[in-house]
């Protein structure tokens, strides 16, 4: 059992950045691919961005591609997304998330596909 707790959210202003993280428990942690994803007030969950299980292959959305960085850091059991230049569109409830499976891609960007879930990080972008 993957236990995840991601933080570093919080109420920003327009254009500024943000890194959000996402420590786990499970010291497997190195061998899943994991991602990222949000979730804003009356839509549903979407995928944000994923990271393979080495950090070798990133994996963005189109609406995250140029704003978002996917990393981790397996020797801390640490993911992280990064977010430049944040607008009042990226304000969401983020949450990361890992896979049943050990050494997935990490492209994988149906909701479905992912079995363990943090209880998710308030971003709030203010204009």
């Known amino acids: 059992q993957v236990q995840l707790v991601e933080y570093g959210g919080g109420l920003v202003q327009a254009g500024d950045s943000l890194r959000l993280s996402c420590a786990a428990s499970?010291?497997?942690?190195?061998?899943?691919?994991m991602g990222w994803f949000r979730q804003a007030p009356g839509k549903e969950r979407e995928f944000v961005a994923g990271?393979?299980?080495?950090?070798?292959?990133?994996y963005y959305a189109d609406s995250a591609k140029g704003r978002f960085t996917i990393s981790r850091d397996n020797a801390k059991n640490t993911m992280y997304l990064q977010i430049n230049s944040l607008t009042p569109e990226d304000t969401a409830v983020y949450y990361c998330?890992?896979?049943?499976?050990?050494?997935?891609?990490?492209?994988?960007?149906?909701?479905?596909?992912?079995?363990?879930w943090g209880q998710g990080t308030q971003v709030t972008v203010s204009s």
């Open positions: 998330a890992a896979p049943r499976n050990l050494f997935t891609s990490g492209s994988n960007s149906n909701p479905n596909a992912y079995e363990y």
């Open positions: 499970e010291r497997t942690f190195s061998r899943y691919a």
């Open positions: 990271i393979s299980w080495s950090g070798g292959s990133t």
